[in-house]
């Protein structure tokens, strides 16, 4: 349940009612206008409902300059309101995190800046210090850091909405992200090569089918979590799909000359930033995460073809390398 506060022309309000009343709200009310010749209006809106509704004052509100639209988060209301009651007159959505929310949300995690370059240098350190060390807890806490999942979810967002701009600014955010993990990670394994034989780092090295499943689900789980609001999933998601030890070992192997063994963390890391890509964008279709616009969905559609043409292709010459290179090590 969310508070959507509508600020408006006094001449909307007789409309902004008529939409709340048409998609049956929980509760709305309104007070005096303002100095400014405004409205404040607000609002009580179940799951169910909330889309349909963001889009309707979109529909009358997007060409006012002096309007805006507030999604606040409600922790309680009272009296207590039977969610099944009435179901007829709603039309439900498929997920509880509307459009804009989750764009608020994810899209936070394409900014390419200082904070997000730091993060990925701390967690390229903790990560390669847990490899040398075979410390599965110091892996497991850079795993919890993360920083490169969010630009990898956030693609295959942009993609669904045919967001060019943001699609760009992911896409730069996730190379760069890669980029410094693997520059540190060379200099680290230039530094120490004869650290380079813990288990942990081997296990890094041997890529499978099982791997490609894995990954598959857990960017699908990723997109689940963030659209059902489930927060908590995320940490079980960063730590099954994690992409910087992978990052790191491959780094490491290649700084210290074991090219052989860099490849197979290569592949492991190839593979896991290709499923993660392909499993949330058919996530992101099945929880119907699309454009408002008749327009914006015409652009989403050329950008999702295009999307799962080269993700489809690449996930079938990484699985072609992974079978090839399995039959060589037999």
Sequence with gaps: MRVIEI?????????????????????????????????????????????????????????????????MPVEASLPRTDDDADTENKKSVSSKQTREELYDRIEKEAHLDSNFLLLVCLSTIVASIGLIEDNVAVIVGAMVIAPLLGPNISLAFATSLGDSELMWRSLKTNLAGLGLALLMAIVIGAIWPSYLNSDEILVRTDVGLDDVVLALASGAAAVLSLATGIASALVGVMVAVALL??????????GSGQFELALGAGLLLAVNVVCVNLSAKLMFLFKGVTPRTWLEKRKARQSVAIYFLIWIVTLGILLAAIYLRQKLLV
């Design 7 to 71: 600020i408006a022309d006094a001449g909307h309000l007789d409309t902004l009612t008529g939409i709340a009343e048409q998609h049956s709200v929980t509760d709305f009310w309104y007070g005096a206008e303002g100095a400014d010749g405004r409205h404040v209006l607000r609002m009580l809106v179940d799951d169910e409902s909330r889309q349909v509704v963001i889009d309707a004052l979109q529909n009358l509100l997007g060409s006012s300059d002096t309007a805006r639209i507030i999604i």
């Design 245 to 254: 030890p992978p990052a790191a070992a491959l780094g490491m192997l290649f």
